[in-house]
């Protein structure tokens, strides 16, 4: 396969179309309602290839440019916050799956099931024990977004007495009966990410993939297979909270023009404040989108030329990731506050925009103390945390 080595600038996947992400609009209330994602969305999502962008075309996959996986995600969140989360993470999903078990198991997997979603959890919660022709798996995974409505679960274990970690990550078929519903949430309310339980599951070897603790995934053909976990995840949330800012801006537009504010004159759109927030949620935004950028374009030229990732590049990586999402936090927190006493009705989709865009970064792979450590590497120290 050619690598490029060109900047590639956000760009979305030929397969997701205007039709498509009005389906998803259309179904976003009720998902929220349900707490869960849309079955049939995930279907057709599978059915176009949208469920393993990541995955490498040799592995039976599309083997996309993550910029571009960052613009699937950012659409489809415009359009339904909680749609867009699952989209993003079933698609990490996918890519675990593809990089940790065998290469002609994937290949045999996307052969015989084309359309497959796949949810799951890569953090090791549960313990796998080696018996003949496979292991036995306990544990339970938490925030496991989509498991309602995927086909299979992929969920990392760590080996029983393994010194130092092994990490064996199994897929197994989901099953409805093994969801504890937990998930009752403010914000991503209709992203189903609830706990998976397994209790004495067997797994055969061939779907099983074991590893060494942080170690990289296997096909280091692809140039995102030879990053570190730590700068393959960061990057797909900025979509996400990228997709809820500029939801926000224009529902800002809308409302500006339509209201009037009480004891006002004018519409909201001829007071100043209001000329203020929209520019600084625009700035706040865009300056975001185009920090992770650079350093998706950054970090990507190193990967297709084999070069070391020096500290200060995946410092610089992950502190664009938590800036950016803080910066729509920012953006969506300043509409809020000058569009008044309308954000607090339910009417307006502004108070749940910002209950979305703040559970993005709940997540801690762009949680906003990720700056505070990308400080420490930057300016020589020890970063006291292993995903660095």
Known sequence: MAESHAPQRFRPPSELS??????????????????????????????????????PAELGGLGRHPAEFIEFSRRIAYEHPS???????????????????????????????????????????????????GWIVNGRWTFVSGCSVADWWVVANVVEGSRPKDICHVLVPADPALIDDTWHTL????????????????????????????????PNEHPFYRLPSALRFPFPKTGVAAGIADRAIDEFTALATAKTPLFARAELAARPDAHAAIARATALAGAGRSYVADQL????????????????????????????VQNCIAAVETLVNSAGSTANFTSSPLGALLNDVRAVAGHFMVGGYQMDTAGRVLLGQDPADRNF
């Open 297 to 324: 374009d950054e970090i990507w030229h190193a990967a297709a030329t084999h070069a070391e990732i020096t500290p200060a590049q995946h410092a610089r990586a992950r502190l664009a990731c938590s800036w950016s």
């Open 83 to 133: 749609t867009g989360w699952v989209a993003m993470t079933c698609n990490e999903e996918a890519e675990i799956f593809a990089a940790h078990l065998e290469a002609s198991t994937v290949a045999a997997f996307y052969d015989e099931h084309p359309s497959a979603v796949i949810a799951g959890s890569g953090v090791p919660r549960g313990s796998a024990r080696a018996v003949d022709g």
């Open 18 to 55: 205007d039709e498509m992400l009005a389906r998803v609009r259309a179904r976003g209330e009720r998902c929220d309602d349900e707490r869960n994602p849309d079955r049939e969305t995930f279907a057709e999502l599978g059915r176009l290839g949208l469920m393993k962008l990541l995955v």
């Open 187 to 218: 914000g991503l309310r209709g992203s189903g990410s609830h706990d998976v339980v397994l209790t004495d599951c067997f797994v055969s070897s061939e779907h099983a993939g074991v590893a060494e603790n942080f170690s990289l995934p296997r």
